[in-house]
C-alpha cells in the first residue's frame, strides 16, 4: 500500500496502474528469427549529403568500480583507448581532425579529459579536443558531434569517444568548509585566522558525497526506476529473467569472441593483463531472487542484480567522411546516418527516452520498425528496460503522451542486445554510446543486416536515438 499511495500523485503512473497496459512481454529468446520482411529502403544515402563512415572503434575492458583500474586516473583510461584506436586502425595521429570525449563525473584536475588523453596518447598538441558531458549518452553526444562539425565542412576525420572512472570520484568539502577555506585564504594577519578558525565546529568536517540522483527531483535513478517498473506493472522476476539474459548473452558473446572491440590493458601495478570485463556473471532466477531490493525498501523491485553497476573503462573510435576514408584506404565498418535526442520530464518518465527517441530517428531515417535488423538499447536497469518496451507496445501511451496514432512498437526479443548489455557488461557512464555503435556495427557484419537502432535513455529525461548502416564489404 506505502508504494501504491507514492504512485497515485501522477496521472501517467496512476494511470498505468489502472491496467491500462494489458499485455505482458516475454523477455526469453525466441528458438528462431521471425520470417524476413521486405524492406522498406535499400539504403539510407541522401543526394547532396556527405556521408559519415565509422571506421573502427575499441574500448578498454570494463570493470567494476574499486577492481584493477582503482589506482588510475580518468585520463590513464582514456589515453589507453585513443592508443588502441591508434594501433587497431593504423591510422597517422597527424590525420586526425578534432577529438571529442564524454565524460560525467569529471575529475577536476583533467576537467578537459579529452584533451589530456589526446596528449598522453600521442596526439599532435595542435589538435583541438574538447569534452562533452550528457550524463549515460555522453559519447553518443561526441560522436554526434564530430558527424556534425563533418556535415558542416569543417573536418573530415574525427576521433569520438568518453570515459568514466567510478573508483575513485570527487568529494568535496561542505560547503560551509568551503566557506571558511576560502576566507582564511584571504584573511591577512593572524588575528583574522585564528578568528576565522575558531568558528571550526564538526559540522563543517561533514563531506559532500556525489550522488546519482537527480537534481531538479532530489531522487536517486534507482528509486525513479523502481517507481516506473511498478508503474508499468513489471514484476520483479521478470527484471530477473531479464538481468539472467543479458548476462548470458554476454557471456555466450564473451566465449565466442564477439567482443572484438576490447583492447587489452597492462595496467600499472597489476600483475595480470585486463583483457575481458570483469562484470558478467551468469546465475540463474533462483539466486537472483535472494537479493534484497536496493532502493525502495521493502516492497521495490529493483535489486544490486538487476541493475547496471558502477563501472570503470573508456571508448574511442574513429569516424570521417566517406571520402576521406576513400583516400586513405581506410575499410569502414558502417554508415553513421540519422541521430535525435529527445527530452521529457525528468520525474515520472526520467528513463523513457528509448521510447520517444525510437519512432523520432526511424521517421527521419524513413524506416519502419520491421526494417531494422538489429535493435541496441541501453540496459540501466532491467525495469527500465521493460517498461520501455511495454511503453512501445501500448496505444494508450502512444496516443496519450507521444501525440500519436498508436503505439510505437517494441522491438522483437530476438533482435535486442543479442550480446548482452550494460546490466552484463557495465556501464562506464561517459564510455557507453561507442560501445554501443561498435555492437551495432559488429552484429550487422555477423548476422548480416543492414540497418541497426540504436537508444538509450539519460538523466535529466533526456534520451538518444541513433540509426546506423551496414558498409558494403565490411568485415569484423
Known amino acids: 500500500m506505502v508504494l501504491i499511495k507514492a504512485l497515485s500523485s501522477s496521472y501517467l503512473l496512476s494511470a498505468l496502474n489502472n491496467g491500462v497496459l494489458v499485455r505482458g512481454l516475454s523477455t526469453s529468446i525466441p528458438q528462431h528469427a521471425a520470417a524476413a520482411t521486405t524492406k522498406t529502403k535499400t539504403t539510407l544515402g541522401r543526394p547532396g549529403m556527405k556521408n559519415i563512415v565509422l571506421v573502427d572503434g575499441v574500448r578498454t575492458p570494463f570493470l567494476m568500480s574499486g577492481t584493477q583500474y582503482q589506482k588510475l586516473m580518468p585520463h590513464d583510461l582514456a589515453r589507453q583507448a585513443l592508443k588502441g584506436l591508434v594501433s587497431r586502425t593504423g591510422v597517422d595521429k597527424s590525420a586526425v581532425d578534432y577529438l571529442v570525449m564524454g565524460t560525467v563525473i569529471s575529475e577536476v584536475k583533467t576537467s578537459n579529459v579529452a584533451r589530456e588523453a589526446a596528449l598522453g596518447a600521442g596526439f599532435s598538441d595542435k589538435t583541438p579536443a574538447h569534452t562533452v558531458t550528457m550524463a549515460c549518452i555522453s559519447s ?34 561542505s560547503r560551509k568548509m568551503r566557506e571558511l577555506m576560502l576566507k582564511l585564504n584571504k584573511a591577512r594577519t593572524t588575528g583574522a585566522r585564528l578568528s576565522l578558525l575558531s568558528q571550526l565546529s564538526m559540522k563543517h568536517l561533514v563531506p559532500d558525497l556525489p550522488a546519482v540522483a537527480e537534481f531538479s527531483t532530489n531522487e536517486s535513478m534507482g528509486h525513479s526506476a523502481d517507481r516506473l517498473a511498478a508503474a508499468f506493472k513489471v514484476s520483479r522476476e521478470e527484471q530477473d529473467e531479464f538481468a539472467v539474459r543479458s548476462h548470458s548473452l554476454a557471456h555466450k558473446a564473451q566465449e565466442a569472441g564477439h567482443l572484438s572491440d576490447l583492447v587489452t590493458y597492462k595496467v600499472p601495478g597489476v600483475d ?33 542484480a538487476n541493475a547496471s ?9 574513429l569516424i570521417c567522411t566517406e571520402e576521406k576514408a576513400k583516400e586513405m584506404g581506410w575499410k ?145
Not at 556534425?148 to 570515459?163: I, K, Q
Not at 546465475?283 to 521495490?300: D, I, M, R, Y
Not at 550487422?444 to 558494403?472: N, T
Request: aromatic share 8%; proline share 5%.
Open 140 to 173: 553518443n553526444q561526441a560522436i554526434t558531434t564530430c558527424a556534425g562539425l563533418m556535415h558542416a565542412g569543417v573536418y573530415d576525420v574525427c576521433v569520438a569517444g568518453g570515459v568514466e572512472f567510478m573508483s575513485d570520484v570527487p568529494i568535496r568539502h
Open 272 to 304: 595480470q593483463v585486463v583483457d575481458q570485463d570483469n562484470g558478467i556473471r551468469v546465475s540463474t532466477p533462483q539466486q537472483l531472487a535472494k537479493l534484497k531490493p536496493a532502493f525502495v525498501k521493502p516492497h521495490g523491485t529493483i535489486t544490486a
Open 309 to 317: 553497476y558502477l563501472t570503470d573503462g573508456a571508448s574511442a573510435c
Open 332 to 476: 569502414p565498418k558502417a554508415y553513421i546516418r540519422d541521430f535525435t535526442y529527445v527530452s521529457q520530464d525528468p520525474k515520472d518518465q526520467l528513463l523513457l527516452g528509448p521510447t520517444y527517441a525510437t519512432p523520432k530517428v526511424l521517421e527521419k531515417a524513413g524506416l519502419k520498425n520491421c526494417d531494422v535488423d538489429v535493435w541496441e538499447i541501453h540496459e540501466a536497469f532491467a525495469g527500465q528496460m521493460l517498461a520501455n518496451l511495454k511503453a512501445m507496445d501500448s496505444d494508450w501511451f502512444g496516443e496519450t503522451y507521444m501525440g500519436r496514432s498508436g503505439k510505437v512498437g517494441a522491438p522483437p526479443m530476438d533482435k535486442l542486445n543479442l550480446w548482452g548489455g550494460s546490466l552484463s557488461i557495465g556501464h562506464p557512464f561517459g564510455a557507453t554510446g561507442v560501445r554501443l555503435l561498435m555492437h551495432s556495427a559488429h552484429r550487422l557484419i555477423k548476422e548480416d543486416g543492414q540497418f541497426a537502432c540504436i537508444s538509450a535513455c539519460a538523466a535529466g529525461g533526456q534520451g538518444v536515438g541513433m540509426v546506423v548502416e551496414r558498409y558494403p564489404g565490411a568485415t569484423v
